[in-house]
């Protein structure tokens, strides 16, 4: 059984850092891509970004570049998101999820796993 839990979320001020952590287990490494995700509430949940170890490939929103970055522990089974220069249009439930295809975008119909999400708010 595929199982993926998030962890890492909180309370942060505007221009704060988290990271977020997604354990896996069920799979091995190079079976699917991961991919982060959020929703806010009363929005659609959007793709922020995904990594296939297998294919070198890494993806990111254009609302996200430059201030997220995915990677991931291979001895941990373990991939994180770092969120910095945090805003309040950041705060949602972040959750990660697991494609077993590896396409590896960012449509959320693409996955096969989800996680429980973890909530991040910013806010002053």
């Known amino acids: 059984e595929v199982q993926l839990v998030e962890s890492g979320g909180g309370l942060v001020q505007p221009g704060g850092s988290l990271r977020l952590s997604c354990a896996a287990s069920?799979?091995?490494?190079?079976?699917?891509?991961i991919g982060w995700f959020r929703q806010a509430p009363g929005k659609e949940r959007e793709g922020v970004s995904c990594i296939s170890e297998r294919h070198g490939k890494i993806l990111y929103a254009d609302s996200v570049k430059g201030r997220f970055t995915i990677s991931s522990d291979t001895a941990k089974n373990t991939f994180y998101l770092q969120i910095n220069s945090l805003k309040p249009g950041d705060t949602a439930v972040y959750y990660c999820?697991?494609?077993?295809?590896?396409?590896?975008?960012?449509?959320?119909?693409?996955?096969?796993?989800w996680g429980q999400g973890t909530q991040v708010t910013v806010s002053s």
């Open positions: 069920g799979v091995t490494f190079d079976d699917y891509a």
């Open positions: 999820a697991a494609d077993l295809t590896h396409v590896a975008g960012l449509d959320p119909a693409l996955y096969d796993y």
